[in-house]
């Protein structure tokens, strides 16, 4: 038997490792074939989401200022709603050679139906730098309705009272009332440096010279 043994040895080795081969290729074949496929892989494309955007806001339009005084055209104009006394100023063609800048606000905010006076050098009475808009009139004889101040007879605080004059244009009502005498009519009050007929129109219902 060993001597079978010994002269088939090789044929016997070569029958294992055959075996032994076909088990392992076979072994992966099923390996093989069992496994589970792999999932598909789905790319979704990502939208941005939307970029808000800021409500705008709507810009306030012009004002209109009375611009008078040193400067060279003196009149009503249009300049934008967040303009300083300069811009108006330049609005009205430019202060002129005798113009006492100093007494004035340049940097300050002008606000729509407002006055600006600009100064002469050496004149004595204070800039009208930013005269508010209409007020209601609470001091003098013209608090009762229906009732008018007289401007040959008013004093300073009446006179201020009125709406775009303020207490340069009323000390210049008295200065020229002491001057020349009493007002004859109501328009002579235009004769006033400074008074034009644009401020004339908001106070020829509240004054009188009866």
């Not at 081969?21 to 939307?50: E, K, M, N």
């Not at 209109?64 to 060279?72: E, F, L, S, T």
Request: glycine residues 8%; charged residues 15%.
């Amino acid at each position: 038997m060993s001597q079978w043994l010994e002269g088939h040895r090789q044929a016997i080795v070569a029958a294992i490792l055959t075996s032994l081969v076909s088990t392992i290729v076979l072994g992966a074949a099923l390996f093989l074939t069992r496994r589970p496929s792999p999932a598909s892989i789905t790319i979704h494309a990502i939208t941005p989401l939307p970029t808000p955007t800021r409500a705008q806001t709507a810009t306030p339009g012009p004002i209109q200022v009375y611009v008078a005084g040193a400067v060279a055209r003196p009149g009503v104009y249009a300049i934008p709603w967040d303009s300083r006394v300069q811009q108006a100023i330049t609005a009205a063609g430019g202060a002129i050679a005798d113009a006492d800048l100093v007494r004035v606000n340049l940097a300050q905010r002008v606000h729509d139906e407002e006055q600006i006076y600009v100064p002469h050098q050496g004149e004595g009475v204070t800039p009208i730098l930013a005269t508010p808009a209409p007020r209601t009139i609470s001091t003098g004889v013209a608090s009762a309705p229906g009732q008018r101040i007289n401007i040959n007879t008013a004093d300073i605080s009446e006179l201020d009272a009125l709406p775009g004059i303020g207490p340069a244009l009323a000390q210049r009502i008295l200065d020229y009332r002491q001057a020349n005498g009493s007002f004859r009519r109501a328009e002579d009050i235009k004769k006033v440096s400074g008074i034009a007929d644009t401020i004339f129109e908001r106070i020829k219902d509240l004054i009188t010279v009866e």
